[in-house]
């Protein structure tokens, strides 16, 4: 209790002390540190009046979007007191809405005498509260910053979706143009297409007509020699020497072999739908569909990358085609080589058995394609036509026919028995990557790098019909066995299933964005492989629509092909080798 009366006194003095009204004696002191026991600290919260109930404006980023019929009337007096705003944040002082301000000198002060009487804890409350101020007024004046920068943002903001909407009326005053442009220039490539056909027409008549011109002449020039020659043929044969006597060999086994070049006739498009073997092999096989394959046995048999491979339309045998000029014979399972074709002059892109599996028919970069005899394995036709290199090739069912495609943005139709080019599929604007018979038909399928896919009458090699969706250059499409649907991949990864009937997207699968360089079914169709950019091989089962990944190349997989029975897969790959999978 006497403590308690003692403190009004003692902190009067301690004040009187601090501002020099006067001075205590040594017991006052005394008494005051005795007595210091009876102090106690009361937090107490300095709570600041909000000066304004300010709200921040929510800045969308997903729509800029003003409504319409704004008056500029309006927009000036927005902005007028917007500026208002921001002169009155900047003028205006950020103060403590507390006491005065005290001096630097009265707080030193203060803190000497507290540390000099021992009162630490009333020193470290003082000491908290001035740096609390300072805080405080640190904090304030970053408010006010930032209010501003809020300010300036929603100017901004403003800014840019006017500039939006003139943006969009300018470009959609170009619009119609663009239109217009777009159609002239379809029609222009139209234009050029008839061109094309209408110069390779004249091209052919004038071939034609050189043709009988120099028939012509020879049988001229025969009928003459004979008329003459004949009375005095003992003289002229005393009198001709072994130059004379050559040339006269030479001209009559040249007219001899254009004799037998005439006789030969062009080959005829079957006018019938051929049956196709593969619908009755898919009604047979019950067996659920194979997906679980792995990796067995590794051939090497290319020192550059394997381009394509093919199985054998009846033995147990597979062909790899490779960018080191070369095509093998490869025997299964052991994969031992039994023949080596050569003949071409730059990379191997494609091959295709002829339907007897007989002959072999190889597309390449230096332009042409050849015709092979595997019993011999010599080439006995080489196609020329093309400018850039060939990237596919494919026989027709009946086996007289021969259909590439190549970089020159053509396709082309060659005929096997008169050793011509019958016709030339104009109509992509980039270069055909894949071709195509439809089983036992005369129904051709392209995929180009133009991103389409076209389907072509091959007798009268008129497109009837183009197919889009890819978003990228289609590297390959295929029929199903039987010959129902088209599976198609491009540069990014994506598989497209199409309707062939209806010609109509069924569904599109993303496995990139690795490239996709080739698609092939099992010989149900229930399963599709494609051979991936990034050394994997995707397994997609129709079905149940799961994909499985087989992993086994070290580097890209260029192609793809099951077995017959579909218990074997076959991959080949950059590093030159040919993968089996069981």
């Not at 408010?143 to 403003?158: A, G, P, T, Y």
């Not at 239109?179 to 490539?189: F, Q, S």
């Not at 005829?268 to 990796?295: G, H, R, S, W």
């Not at 071709?435 to 091959?458: C, H, M, Q, R, Y």
Request: proline share 4%.
């Amino acid at each position: 209790m006497a403590a308690k009366q003692r403190l009004p006194s003692l902190a009067l003095r301690v004040l009187e002390e601090a501002l020099g009204m006067g001075l205590t004696t040594a017991r006052d002191t005394a008494e005051a540190v005795a007595a210091e026991g009876a102090y106690y600290l009361e937090q107490v919260t300095v709570t600041e009046a909000s000066e304004d109930d300010y709200e921040y404006e929510e800045i969308p980023d997903d729509n800029f979007s003003i409504p319409e019929g704004e008056e500029d009337l309006a927009k000036a007096i927005q902005m007028v007191q917007e500026q208002a705003t921001d002169t009155q944040i900047l003028e205006q002082k950020t103060v403590l809405p507390s006491k005065q301000p005290v001096p630097e000198v009265i707080e030193d002060f203060l803190c000497n005498f507290l540390i000099k009487m021992g009162m630490t804890r009333t020193l470290n409350c003082f000491q908290s509260e001035c740096k609390a101020r300072e805080d405080l007024l640190k904090t304030q004046k970053e408010r006010d910053f930032h209010r501003m920068h809020h300010k300036r943002i929603v100017q901004e903001k403003n800014k840019l979706i006017n500039d939006l909407k003139g943006l969009k009326l300018h470009y959609a005053s170009y619009e119609p143009t663009i239109r217009v442009l777009h159609e002239k220039h379809h029609t222009l490539l139209k234009q050029k297409m008839l061109t094309s056909l209408e110069r390779d027409r004249a091209v052919g008549q004038i071939s034609g007509l050189q043709a009988t011109l120099k028939n012509m002449e020879i049988g001229h020039n025969y009928h003459a020699s004979e008329i003459r020659v004949v009375p005095n043929r003992e003289k002229e044969n005393a009198l001709e020497g072994p130059t004379q006597k050559g040339l006269r060999e030479a001209r009559e086994k040249n007219k001899s072999n254009t004799k037998i070049k005439d006789n030969t006739k062009d080959s005829e498009f079957p006018t019938d739908m051929q049956p196709n073997p593969n619908l009755y092999l898919y009604k047979e096989n019950i067996c659920p569909a194979k997906v679980d394959y792995k990796l067995n046995n590794i051939f090497r048999l290319h020192e550059l990358p394997v381009s394509c491979i093919i199985m054998h339309p009846c033995k147990d045998i597979l062909i790899s085609c490779g960018e080191d000029r070369l095509w093998k014979v490869v025997g299964l399972p052991k994969g031992n080589v039994l023949l080596t074709g050569f003949g071409h002059t730059d990379w191997l892109s494609d091959c295709c058995f002829h339907p007897s599996g007989n002959k072999l028919a190889t597309s390449s970069g230096d332009t042409t394609v050849k015709l092979w005899d595997l019993s011999k394995g010599n080439c006995i036709l080489t196609f020329e036509g093309h400018n850039h290199a060939v990237w596919s090739c494919t026989w027709h069912s009946c086996g007289d026919f021969v259909a590439s495609s190549s970089l020159d943005t053509t396709s082309k139709i060659w005929d096997v028995n008169s050793e011509r080019c019958r016709c030339t599929l104009y109509g992509h604007v980039d270069s055909v990557n894949s071709i195509e018979f439809f089983p036992g038909s005369n129904t051709l399928l392209t995929g180009s790098a133009d991103k389409t896919l076209s389907v072509w009458d091959a007798r009268t090699g008129n497109c009837e019909q183009s197919l889009y969706g890819h978003m990228h250059s289609v590297n390959d499409a295929t029929f199903t066995p039987r010959g129902h649907m088209i599976a198609s991949c491009d540069a990014c990864g994506v598989i497209k299933l199409w309707d062939f009937r209806k010609l109509l997207p069924i569904v599109s699968i993303d496995v990139g964005p690795s490239p996709g360089n080739e698609v092939n079914f099992d010989s149900s169709g229930r399963v599709l492989a494609q051979a991936s950019g990034n050394g994997v091989i995707h397994l997609l089962d129709l079905k149940s629509g799961q994909i499985h990944k087989l992993m086994g190349h070290e580097s890209e997989a260029h192609t793809v092909v099951f077995s017959h029975d579909g218990e074997y897969l076959f991959s080949g790959g950059s590093d030159g080798t040919v993968r089996t999978w069981s």
